[in-house]
Nanobody, 123 residues
């Protein structure tokens, strides 16, 4: 079992930056690939990006490529989502997730989820 908790969300102006953290507790953090999803009001949860468990390979959605960076610190059992050049359309609840195998962008791949952190970008 893995428990995940996001932090670092808030209100920021367009063009600004935020850094989300996802702290894990429980079983070995480094056994899991970590991903970030987001969900805007009335819309489905969509893939933002992910980082592999060992080599730290990353993959991103086209909408955030070049602006967002995912990293992880396996010793601290924490994943990070650095968000730069934020746009109003980035406004959503952001979730971190831990998974083992399958397609990166499919939510069903992930076994454990955090409670979410609200990010609001004003224009």
């Amino acid at each position: 079992q893995v428990q995940l908790a996001e932090s670092g969300g808030g209100l920021v102006q367009a063009g600004g930056s935020l850094r989300l953290s996802c702290a894990a507790s429980g079983r070995a953090f480094n056994a899991y690939d970590m991903a970030w999803f987001r969900q805007a009001p009335g819309k489905e949860r969509i893939f933002v990006g992910a980082i592999s468990r060992s080599r730290g390979d990353t993959v991103y959605a086209d909408s955030v490529k070049g602006r967002f960076t995912i990293s992880r610190d396996n010793r601290k059992k924490t994943s990070f989502l650095e968000m730069n050049s934020l746009k109003p359309e980035d406004t959503a609840v952001y979730y971190c997730a831990a998974g083992l195998e399958g397609l990166w962008s499919v939510p069903a791949r992930y076994l454990y989820w955090g409670q979410g952190s609200q990010v609001t970008v004003s224009s």
